[in-house]
């Protein structure tokens, strides 16, 4: 399977610090996307990283990737208690049509 | 506000009725996915569409029915469905099969089933 997983799958901050989420995945990519979920809603894309890129950032957002090592992180700066959501990595495969997400980290953030 | 819109939000269904999703973008996207939620359990997608032809079924059972009459509408019909298949159902639409953009999701449907 070419499931990203998501780790950790639960992680608890207080305002103001950083949250860091790491994603894997199995195959070769044509991009790497992040995505966030409030309880219960859809989903919200964050970012999209492409194979070629290595960093990206969108305000307090800095995605990494790593293709060598088949990796990506998501860094949240300055973390707000309205970042309190799931986060899931999306991958779209080189062989393949399909969005695969990962198992997602549950972020929560205490004022 | 994404641009995809679910509805019903909330079902509850025995498992003798029949009863039907519907998805709607109007953000001109050719290609409409959709996904199961279960709990604890990793996004699955069941089904894709392209300018209105299926182009995947992962392997989803019979008793779910996709439909999409035209590239804005999607639909999901089921019937005899097992209290296993209550999740959230959701729908998203991006520019193109090929997903070098980013997917736009609906709402859902937290479906449950008695």
């Known amino acids: 399977s070419q499931q990203g997983e998501e780790d950790p799958q639960a992680l608890s901050i207080q305002e103001g610090e950083n949250a860091t989420m790491n994603c894997s995945y199995k195959?070769?990519?044509?991009?790497l996307q992040w995505y966030r979920q409030n309880s219960g809603r859809g989903l919200v894309h964050l970012i999209l990283i492409r194979s070629n890129e290595r960093e990206k950032h969108s305000g307090r957002l800095r995605v990494t990737l790593d293709t060598s090592k088949k990796s990506s992180s998501l860094l949240i700066t300055a973390s707000r208690a309205a970042d309190t959501a799931s986060y899931f990595c999306?991958?779209?495969?080189?062989?393949?049509?399909?969005?695969?997400f990962g198992t997602g980290t549950r972020l929560q953030v205490f004022p | 506000e994404t641009g995809v819109t679910q509805t019903p939000r909330h079902l509850v269904m025995g498992m003798t009725n029949k009863k039907s999703l519907k998805c709607e973008q109007h953000l001109g996207h050719n290609a409409m996915y959709w996904y199961k939620q279960s709990a604890k359990k990793p996004l699955e997608l069941m089904f894709v569409y392209n300018f209105k032809e299926q182009t995947e079924n992962n392997s989803v059972p019979s008793r779910f029915s996709p439909e999409c009459p035209n590239s804005s509408h999607l639909f999901l019909h089921l019937h005899t469905l097992q209290p296993e298949d209550s999740a959230l159902y959701l729908c998203?639409?991006?520019?193109?099969?090929?997903?070098?953009?980013?997917?736009?999701f609906g709402q859902g449907t937290r479906l449950t089933v008695v």
């Open positions: 195959t070769s990519i044509n991009n």
């Open positions: 998203a639409s991006s520019q193109e099969i090929r997903m070098n953009t980013e997917a736009f």
């Open positions: 999306a991958t779209d495969a080189l062989d393949t049509d399909k969005l695969i």
